[in-house]
């Protein structure tokens, strides 16, 4: 029972470890799709952030006498810094690509995650010359878990005790600020005029217009908030997660899992946060139990882990209910003339 | 297609400066990394076009052609088919099934029964992405994305399992040496000219000629090319017509797939004669800059397949002249996709502009 319990516990705490890097992503697609603008970008976004991440928060906390910065505790919010400016550089082409150019949302999408793949590897090279990894980070160049006040104390507490203790405490800053988000991008969302303009501009862009709102700034300023949640997500990868660097392709393809999410949570933020707890959990089980026998047959490791993609196709198919994406999505807005 | 502008600027000047804009930003990029643009291009060319490189290049350009069509092929009917990387992997699977199974007595007839499973099997494996498309409106390109994973795993499992060789490679046994495909080196040596005899490119290369010539002639020639480039146009007018929507969806993805897996043919059949890890080498997703440069015309593509070929092959070389990763090809080939795909109002608009001002003092 004991044993049960704590492999329970020690499920959900890497599920919620995992889910931290797809619950940005798919609240950056959140607001972009919300707009009315479709992002295959997410992948890319998160990759050239994590590197960046990686790489500033490596020169920021290398000693200056080996050409670094010698910032100390402070390496890891320049890291975070750079990041999110490379983000939502990139979200800015493909605002540009998609919004001013009207151009093929889909294909600058796709054309983002290759750039990115290709570019964190070439600087990385160039830079670090360690086949496209960027150097390991010590304490004060990462994120370190925080312990919440009393989690020591109430730790033997029986059930809430343990669940505080491994469950709720002991994260990095980016899982709880990201939680924090989902409750801000529901309120904003839902309560505030931006957000309204900005479910408005998705569904029915002409008509914003006509009111007398700017259909391009509105959309530009999603895809700014885009830009900076996909650079959270990349920085928690390299900076908050046991990498403790930055390894190309490191996002492997979570930046479509939350898409994926994001289709099943039917673009609202309080059920993305179950969506990709769902898919951390599973990728939790992956990782914990590499084979697993069934009695009859045993699942191979390569099934366990192509579990998250299989799961994306199932709900893509629309086996868990319909659902029906903003109605402008992928469609430049042509004003009238 | 654009009334505003002649033939030959829609189709010739505008893809060139779109690429020759690509070309631009990827100079800056090798600048970016300490490196000097025109030795990286003289490097390329020269390891492109030498005696030895060529052979290579050809070799990736057929691989080019095959993933290329394949992309254009779904771009007439408008579906964005990005799964060519895990149609040519599980493709592969196929051929190296069906090499495996029997004692095949000469080349002709493996070489044939090769190709049919090599395209059975791709088309297989973009047949499920196309009906969740049709019947439950699943985003193909996210689907056939998670396809590519899936399949990675797949082969993965197979290579280190079921169709492992003895000895602890992830590799399958070789293939029969009587099914060995005849090279470039022994075509050309029946007509007496000389070609590097340790060169990958095999026939092949013909066969993804001769596909383009039947992608070109489907498109253009017949009722089914048709009906998917009316469905492709407008899909609410191609309803009315009568035109089956989940009819087009699969049979553009069947033969999308299947293209994609004749591939294999050239990789594992043709080269390797054997299944190995990463056998596709991201040449699918290079289908999607092929086709886009393309135009999706088989002209364009095999054309593009060609630049592409030069490409990666001169690409290889930079890793050993100067020492820059083959990421460099990634960023070109993303770079091509962005500029030809994605931004080509940028330059399409100012020439529309131009023209018009133009055309009015003329035609007038």
Same mark, same amino acid.
């Given at each position: 029972?004991?044993?049960l ?12 470890r995992?889910?931290t890097? #797809?619950?940005? *992503?798919?609240? $950056? +697609?959140l607001? /972009?799709?919300? =707009? !009315? ?9 998160? #990759?050239?952030? *994590?590197?960046? $991440? +990686?790489?500033? /928060?490596?020169? =920021? !906390? ?16 320049? +890291? ?68 919440l ?22 994260h990095?800053?980016?899982v ?8 801000l ?13 900005m ?17 391009v ?6 895809l700014?908030?885009?830009g ?11 900076l ?18 939350a ?22 959990l ?13 009695g ?15 799961l ?5 198919a ?20 | ?5 002649p ?19 990827s ?5 970016s ?23 290579h290049?050809l ?13 254009a ?8 088919n ?11 699977v196929g ?24 395209m ?11 009906y ?27 290579l280190?399992?079921p169709?492992?060789?003895v ?25 007496g ?6 060169a ?7 066969i ?7 992608v070109?002639?489907l ?7 048709y009906e998917?480039?009316a ?7 191609a ?22 897996g ?12 054997r ?11 290079i ?20 630049l592409f ?7 290889a ?34 020439l ?13």
């Amino acid at each position: 029972m004991d044993f049960l319990t704590n492999d329970l516990l020690q499920l959900s705490d890497s599920a919620v470890r995992n889910a931290t890097p #797809l619950l940005l *992503a798919c609240l $950056a +697609g959140l607001y /972009s799709e919300r =707009a !009315g603008i479709f992002d295959i970008g997410l992948e890319g976004k998160m #990759l050239v952030a *994590a590197f960046a $991440a +990686g790489a500033f /928060s490596a020169f =920021a !906390g290398m000693p200056a006498y080996d050409g670094g910065w010698g910032m100390g505790a402070w390496s890891v919010w320049i +890291g975070l810094g750079a990041a999110i400016v490379a983000s939502v550089a990139f979200s800015m082409i493909h605002a540009f690509a998609s919004i001013t150019l009207r151009g093929n949302q889909l294909i600058s999408g796709v054309a983002i995650n290759f750039f990115a793949a290709g570019i964190t590897v070439l600087i990385g090279q160039y830079w670090f010359r360690m086949g496209g990894q960027t150097p390991q980070l010590r304490a004060g160049q990462r994120f370190d878990p925080i312990t919440l006040p009393f989690a020591k104390s109430v730790q033997d507490v029986p059930v809430i005790g343990p669940i505080y203790h491994d469950l709720i405490s002991g994260h990095n800053i980016i899982v709880y600020l990201g939680f924090l988000i989902v409750a801000l991008t529901w309120w904003v969302l839902y309560r505030t005029r931006f957000g309204l303009r900005m479910r408005a501009v998705g569904e029915n862009p002409g008509a914003v217009d006509t009111a007398g709102i700017s259909v391009v700034k509105l959309r530009y300023s999603a895809l700014i908030i885009t830009g900076i949640l996909c650079g959270l997500a990349g920085a928690y990868l390299s900076l908050g997660t046991a990498a403790a660097g930055f390894g190309k392709d490191m996002t492997a393809g979570r930046g479509f899992i939350a898409l994926a999410a994001l289709i099943f949570a039917k673009w609202k933020p309080i059920t993305a946060m179950w969506a990709t707890l769902l898919f951390g959990l599973l990728e939790a089980i992956g990782n914990k139990y590499q084979s697993v026998d069934l009695g009859f047959m045993v699942l191979p490791g390569q099934f366990m882990q192509a579990l998250p993609y299989i799961l994306t196709v199932v709900i893509l198919a629309g086996f868990v209910g319909k659902a029906i994406p903003p109605k402008a999505g992928g469609e430049p807005y042509v004003k009238e003339r | 297609m654009n009334k505003n502008l002649p033939k030959w600027v829609d189709l010739g000047l505008i893809p060139l400066l779109t690429l020759a804009l690509a070309f631009a930003v990827s100079g800056l990029v090798v600048l970016s990394i300490g490196q000097n643009p025109i030795a990286v291009v003289k490097v390329m060319i020269q390891g492109a076009f030498n005696p030895f490189g060529i052979g290579h290049t050809l070799y990736f350009t057929t691989n080019f052609i095959f993933t290329g069509l394949a992309v254009a092929v779904a771009f007439h009917a408008k579906l964005f088919n990005i799964g060519g990387e895990g149609q040519a992997g599980i493709a592969g699977v196929g051929v190296a099934l069906i090499m495996l199974s029997f004692d095949w007595p000469n080349w002709t007839i493996a070489l044939l029964v090769g190709t049919l499973a090599a395209m059975v099997f791709g088309a297989a494996w973009a047949a499920i992405p196309a009906y969740l498309q049709a019947k439950r409106g699943s985003h193909i390109v996210i689907t056939t994305i998670m396809f590519n994973l899936i399949a990675t795993a797949i082969v993965g499992y197979l290579l280190v399992g079921p169709l492992q060789a003895v000895g602890s490679l992830p590799e399958s046994p070789s293939f029969p040496p009587a099914a060995s495909l005849p090279t470039m080196h022994d075509i050309l040596g029946v007509f007496g000219i000389e070609f590097d005899k340790n060169a990958p490119v095999n026939i092949s290369f013909f066969i993804a000629l001769v596909a383009a010539l039947l992608v070109w002639i489907l498109i253009w020639k017949t009722r089914l090319g048709y009906e998917m480039r009316a469905f492709g146009h407008s899909e609410r007018a191609a309803v009315f017509a009568g035109i089956s929507p989940m009819k087009i969806t699969m049979v553009a993805m069947l033969i999308s797939g299947a293209l994609s897996g004749l591939m294999a043919v050239n990789t594992v059949q043709g080269e390797a004669e054997r299944l190995v890890i990463g056998a596709v080498e991201g040449a699918g997703f290079i289908g999607i800059a092929v086709a886009l440069m393309g135009r999706s015309h088989p002209v364009g593509v095999v054309l593009a397949a060609f630049l592409f070929g030069i490409l990666t092959q001169g690409g290889a070389e930079l890793q050993y002249e100067l020492g820059i990763p083959p990421q460099m090809i990634t960023v070109i080939q993303a770079l091509i996709i962005m500029f030809t795909g994605s931004m080509e109002n940028l330059v399409r608009v100012p020439l529309e502009n131009i023209f018009i001002r133009a055309g009015k003092g003329a035609a007038s």
